[in-house]
């Protein structure tokens, strides 16, 4: 299984900070998103933040129709968000055997990228072009509209036949179906792809999945949001998009 990755921190909204009064969009950025997807890649969304803050991370990404995802927030706070984002996604590499295709964020997540054997041309970023790092990355400097047609007409992004990604997430957009009870909480990937991907399984033992039908409201409070600290990806919390 492929998937693109994208850091939500930076990369996204025009402004620093997705926190603020509903920043705007970065144009184009969501046509990106959704032109990989459209080629079947699965889409990773990955950020530094506590998992506290899910629910306007969620509902930014919502209305403005990103394509659907998985989503990482560090549990919690955290010393070294970009350490977590490396450990995760090097995990994500190595026992669940996805391969990263390529990767966008800010110029902070190019270490992150680079520690994972990601080649310069496989590294996005947004911003200005910067000569400290003008080898190791692909500098958006036009923006993601002028990304993306060259995407469009060029041989790198060729299409992905993976009925895997299908099953795991239904195409489609957050804003279309965008709402609590369709948040569900996975506090370790590997329980998702070992369902979906008995062969190889991502554990000897995978435990039984949470009932779809819980409220969202009942895992956080209840005894099952505590398990997102243990197991392979510490410090990690992921949620499904469907």
């Given at each position: 299984m492929e998937c693109v990755v994208f850091s939500i921190d930076g990369s996204f909204a025009a402004s620093v900070s997705i926190m603020g009064s509903d920043p705007k969009?970065?144009?184009g950025a969501v046509d990106v998103v959704r032109h990989w997807q459209d080629l079947g890649y699965l889409?990773?969304?990955i950020t530094g933040r506590p998992d506290m803050q899910k629910q306007r991370v969620v509902s930014w990404l919502s209305q403005h129709n990103f394509p659907?995802?998985?989503i990482f927030f560090s549990e919690g706070l955290v010393h070294d968000?970009?350490?977590?984002?490396t450990i995760f996604l090097r995990n994500l590499m190595q026992e669940c055997h996805i391969k990263i295709n390529s990767a966008y964020g800010s110029m902070k997540d190019i270490s992150v990228y680079n520690m994972l054997g990601l080649s310069p041309s496989q590294i996005y970023i947004v911003g200005r072009p910067s000569k400290k790092y003008?080898?190791?990355?692909?500098?958006?400097?036009?923006g993601y509209a002028a990304h993306l047609s060259t995407l469009q007409f060029g041989h790198r992004a060729r299409p992905k036949k993976s009925p895997s990604?299908?099953?795991?997430l239904r195409k489609g957009s957050f804003g279309l179906s965008a709402k609590p009870d369709f948040l569900c909480k996975r506090t370790h990937l590997r329980r998702t792809m070992s369902v979906q991907q008995p062969d190889p399984p991502c554990t000897p033992n995978p435990k039984p999945?949470?009932?779809?039908?819980?409220?969202?409201?009942?895992k956080d409070h209840g005894g099952g949001g505590g398990g997102g600290g243990g197991g392979e990806y510490p410090g990690q919390v992921a949620y499904q998009i469907r």
């Open positions: 969009v970065r144009p889409i990773i969304y659907h995802g998985m968000p970009l350490r977590q984002k003008h080898n190791q990355c692909q500098f958006l400097s036009e990604v299908r099953m795991v999945e949470r009932a779809q039908s819980q409220p969202e409201t009942d």
